[in-house]
């Protein structure tokens, strides 16, 4: 019995090139997000990481999409990578406001993983707000 033909040996050698390419970028965008997002649970310098982690994404995504047009992909995997990309969007911008506030964040940090009670982490809140805000009206 003569094997099988896999759906994509029929195609072009450059489509096919294109479609593991594809696949590479969008794993690699999928992946970097991934690792991205669960290094932004922690805090201090694991932020940095994650910031690069999530550019990496971005970039990887960016790829894909260039990919996607080439192949002509179909309306939902632009609308997935761009979801995607939005989302690593959000965390750089997250991230980047945890790193310019690092030592508030840090002390937020510390402040609730100590508290045991609903009404100590609303302190923790107010503590957070008043530092921030503190910061500011002392600069001007």
Not at 39 to 63: E, P
């Amino acid at each position: 019995m003569p094997a099988q033909p896999t759906p994509f040996e029929d195609l072009p050698a450059h489509e096919r090139q294109l479609r593991a390419r594809l696949k590479i970028f969008t794993r690699l965008a999928l992946g970097a997000s991934v690792i991205g997002y669960v290094q932004m649970m922690y805090s201090g310098w694991f932020i940095v990481s994650a910031l690069i982690f999530l550019l990496v994404a971005l970039v990887c995504g960016l790829l894909a999409l260039v990919t996607m047009y080439r192949l002509k992909a179909n309306p939902l995997d632009y609308a997935l990578m761009g979801f995607l990309m939005l989302g690593c969007l959000f965390m750089v911008f997250s991230g980047s406001v945890q790193l310019i506030f690092l030592d508030q964040t840090n002390a937020y940090a510390d402040c609730l993983n100590n508290a045991a009670t609903l009404s100590r982490q609303e302190q923790c809140n107010v503590q957070l707000k008043d530092s921030m805000l503190g910061g500011v009206l002392r600069t001007n």
